[in-house]
């Protein structure tokens, strides 16, 4: 199982949308700073994810994530 999934920062209120096999483990690295790409913009809100059947979906789902349909998506879900 792979998960996509879309953090918030509390520093700069935005998102930060990724993919992982492990997730729990995963959030753990962004919260630790492990992570260039949200070291500085801790700390981090989990406040979206779903699981995928293989790493081919979960990169294309966060691709879709990452476009202005895939914010929208995540805007109306929250």
């Known amino acids: 199982m792979h998960y996509v999934y ?3 920062s509390d520093k700069d209120k935005k998102n ?3 993919y ?3 997730l729990k483990l995963r959030f753990e690295e962004h919260q630790k700073g492990r992570v260039a790409s949200t070291k500085e913009r801790r700390p981090l809100k ?3 994810y779903e699981a ?5 979906d979960a ?3 966060e691709k ?3 476009t202005y349909h895939g914010k929208m998506f995540i805007a109306r879900r929250l």
């Open 64 to 66: 879709y994530l990452k």
């Open 6 to 8: 879309v953090l918030k």
């Open 52 to 56: 995928c059947l293989n790493q081919q």
């Open 16 to 18: 930060y949308v990724g």
């Open 46 to 48: 989990l406040i979206y």
């Open 59 to 61: 990169t294309h789902r």
């Open 20 to 22: 992982a096999k492990n």
